[in-house]
């Protein structure tokens, strides 16, 4: 079972939209069975799937070890997709459970007992240095961090590899090692200089993690997961775009290759 989270401490880069799309993308596409958790208190992912955001297990539960990630889990129907939900109490979480250093393991001890469930986990993470960031990138072995191209956008992506380094302190106490990282640059509009000058300086700054594949600013992505609460169109720019992310990130190392 391989954990990704997806990361970044700037808000509006299309974070929650790269998470959805490729767990849609795993599950549809490469036929993988994959849990997507949502560790956002603004429970964006999991407004996508559910109408009604009265659950009687989400994320907190799980973390207050009231029970198991497999019992927070919701099915998405027609696809082999499961949630673990998120509320706005989950802001609340860190005066729930116990201090001590075990705390910063819970989410990856939950995960262990879920291995031969899933093939795929994809983490949906807060745009901040909140609690469950931290928790989410100790338990991952994989990062990927969007950036839309602006300059603060830009800087945020420094803040997050600082996190992604504590993260990897970390988890030289369970044996778990983030082994890939992907800048992913997002909102890219042709024939805007700026975004041609900061794109230019993402990719020289993280030269070794910036993908190739760029993630157009397009209507229908804010449409589709904003309004619609449905998957990308096969067939639209949008949808061959994050495909191609995939198979990008698959190539890379990001993502296991096989199921």
Known sequence: MHVLSVASVKGGVG???????????????????????????????????????QFHHTLSSVLREECSIEEAARPIEGVS???????????????????????WFL????LKE????????VID???SRFFTTRLSLIASHAVVVPTQLDK?????????????QSALRDQRLVNRQIEAIAVVPTFYEENRQ????????????????????????ATEIEKTYSIDNERLTPGSRAYAEYATLLDELIARGVINGEA
């Open 15 to 53: 974070k929650s939209a790269t998470a959805i799309s490729l767990a849609y993308m795993l599950a549809m596409d490469k036929k993988r069975r994959v849990l997507l958790i949502d560790t956002d208190p603004q429970n964006a992912t999991t407004s996508h799937f559910f109408a009604d955001l």
């Open 81 to 103: 997709i499961s949630l673990v939900p998120s509320e706005l109490e989950l802001a609340d979480i860190t005066t729930a459970i116990d201090e001590g250093p075990s705390r």
């Open 107 to 110: 989410l990856h001890n939950a």
């Open 114 to 121: 879920v291995e031969e469930h899933y093939d795929n986990v």
């Open 125 to 127: 993470t807060p745009p």
């Open 152 to 164: 603060w956008a830009v800087r945020g992506v420094n803040t997050t590899f600082r996190d992604i």
């Open 194 to 217: 700026i975004k041609d000058i900061l794109l230019q300086q993402v990719r020289e700054n993280f030269s070794r993690y910036t993908t190739n594949t760029l993630i157009h600013r």
